[in-house]
């Protein structure tokens, strides 16, 4: 049986901490920032967990996370 392919695009997004949630970053903090005060964009830099109706399908492009 071949290996199953991780999908690589998921990888450069998602990180699975030790506990098994999954850790995402937040959008909205590429560009038109200049609208965007600076408290939001100071809690756009945290990292947050992904949403329990999203973890069976980042788990299913990530199978060996």
Aim: charged content about 35%; aromatic content about 4%.
């Amino acid at each position: 049986m071949p290996k199953m392919k991780t999908k690589r695009g998921a990888a450069k997004r998602f990180r699975v901490r030790a506990g098994g949630t999954i850790k995402r970053s937040q959008a909205f903090k590429r560009h038109i920032l200049t609208k965007k005060t600076t408290k939001n964009k100071r809690h756009l830099r945290a990292t947050v967990t992904v949403d329990a109706s999203d973890v069976r399908s980042v788990k299913a492009m990530m199978p060996y996370a």
